[in-house]
């Protein structure tokens, strides 16, 4: 994670947007990490594009992705 790190301390259903260029691996660490702190708390882990998300998936967390005209 070659870019700034931010505090972040996820809400129940919170949506996570982490760089592109993170690996599998750092992506498994910080999931198991936050599960460890919070282990009741749903979080969907985004790396890259936060358009790349699917509707049901964003349902899911708790999110619901509006439609757009982009």
Known sequence: ???NVNVIIPKDGA???IPADTSYE???ELSAQFHAIWPNRKFLIVVGD???VSEADMNAAGW???VSNE
Do not use: G, P, T
Request: glycine share 0%; net charge positive.
């Open 1 to 3: 994670m070659k870019n």
């Open 15 to 17: 949506i996570l947007s």
């Open 26 to 28: 750092a992506v498994e």
């Open 50 to 52: 936060i358009k790349i």
């Open 64 to 66: 619901y992705k509006r």
